[in-house]
């Protein structure tokens, strides 16, 4: 795969200079990390990230396998692949950062997951990783849902990392898939994770990140379409505690006609120091008519010193369009809310926990597959345990 672009990030100005690069289709994308300086908080994409506690990815990376444990149904492959394997890069997307080219130009093989064409799986695929120690390293996963296919994957994340990876996801023709990612990492933990989706002509994706776990924590969807006619949910929960770092950075390229999106995250958070990032950038290039899309981020916030911060983007270049639009809040509880609970003899902590606990299982309800959504209600309510309101 090649460059997109000749310069990291800029582009150089008739007068001699460089000026910032205004729209995220012209970012800077290559899988040579080389081409790439070292993170900054003065680029816009490690703008709120805590570099130094990342550190551990800006040196070698070990790029081996892993012991990871796999379920699924009958049919559904598994299986480690060369670095040539045409299933590498089969989402056309490069990596736009330094610790995902470092992650794809370090990694020796990469995990492959294939869902069948014409399956339509009863029971979810589970691929769990444990502990992957202290050693900083870098992973390469692809699922690719062959076309007319219907699955649900789950990727569970939970043990010690310093994890910088890259996860390819391809939705072929008329497929229907759901990837929920799931991160309970120990406190110290540091991943960081890009996730590169294409969308296939009548195809549909649901895609939910739920981030729980970790010191360091950035799971960043981005999602193009290769066909009209195609549908993607990004949807995500997250839940910081003090001094965690969660941050999500989200991007859906509306690249093809009569195509729709929707991305709905929202977070709570607790503690002196828990910080969460949320960026949500929709382009509706000028060949995308008939897109319909909208982007929603609410917040909680829980306690004094947590911050939430939460930017949503949209850029339209054609005015052919059903409907684009955004919407941003981050608040504390609503008063009138815990007046209702406490009327009916329910105490201000357990109201507090059930007004949290409702805000974010909405989303959880909507994967369409009941024993996960119970077993990430119980994820949640474990946090919740813990919840100092």
């Not at 999602?223 to 549908?231: K, S, T």
């Not at 008519?289 to 909208?294: A, F, G, L, Q, S």
């Not at 959880?364 to 946090?383: C, S, T």
């Amino acid at each position: 795969m090649t460059d997109t672009v000749t310069q990291q990030g800029l582009k150089e100005h008739s007068h001699g200079y460089d000026v910032p690069v205004q729209t995220r289709s012209q970012r800077f994308a290559s899988t040579d990390v080389s081409k790439f300086s070292k993170p900054s908080n003065r680029e816009l994409v490690w703008k709120n990230t805590p570099l130094d506690r990342i550190a551990a990815l800006f040196g070698e990376l070990d790029g081996s396998t892993y012991d990871y444990t796999f379920t699924a149904p009958e049919g559904v492959t598994a299986a480690w692949v060369a670095r040539t394997d045409k299933v590498v890069g089969s989402s056309q997307t490069l990596p736009e950062d330094y610790v995902s080219a470092a992650a794809w130009s370090g990694f020796a093989q990469a995990l492959s997951i294939t869902i069948p064409a014409d399956a339509e799986l009863a029971d979810p695929v589970s691929v769990t990783r444990g502990q992957l120690g202290d050693v900083p390293r870098a992973a390469h996963t692809v699922i690719t849902a062959k076309p007319h296919s219907k699955a649900i994957v789950v990727l569970e994340n939970q043990g010690d990392a310093n994890l910088a990876e890259n996860v390819e996801i391809v939705v072929e023709a008329e497929a229907d898939l759901t990837v929920i990612t799931l991160q309970e990492w120990n406190d110290t933990a540091v991943h960081d994770a890009e996730h590169f989706i294409t969308i296939g002509r009548s195809a549909h994706l649901r895609h939910v990140v739920v981030n729980l776990g970790g010191g360091v924590v950035r799971v960043n969807p981005s999602a193009r379409f290769d066909g009209p006619g195609a549908n993607v949910e990004l949807d995500g929960i997250y839940f910081a505690d003090a001094h965690q770092h969660l941050e999500q950075q989200v991007y859906v390229d509306h690249n093809e006609s009569n195509c729709v999106s929707r991305v709905t995250y929202k977070g709570a958070l607790q503690g002196d120091g828990a910080r969460t990032v949320w960026i949500g950038d929709v382009l509706i290039r000028a060949d995308a008519e008939d897109t319909d899309t909208y982007e929603l981020n609410r917040n909680l916030l829980l306690t004094d010193g947590a911050r939430a911060d939460s930017v949503p983007n949209l850029e339209i270049e054609t005015g052919e369009i059903i409907g684009a639009g955004h919407a941003s809040a981050t608040g504390r509880f609503d008063e009138e809310q815990l007046f209702y609970f406490e009327s009916r003899g329910i105490t201000e902590d357990e109201a507090k926990r059930m007004v949290v606990r409702g805000f974010l299982i909405e989303v959880i309800q909507r994967i369409g597959y009941a024993p996960l959504e119970e077993r990430l209600e119980r994820a949640v309510e474990a946090e919740l345990l813990h919840t100092e309101v």
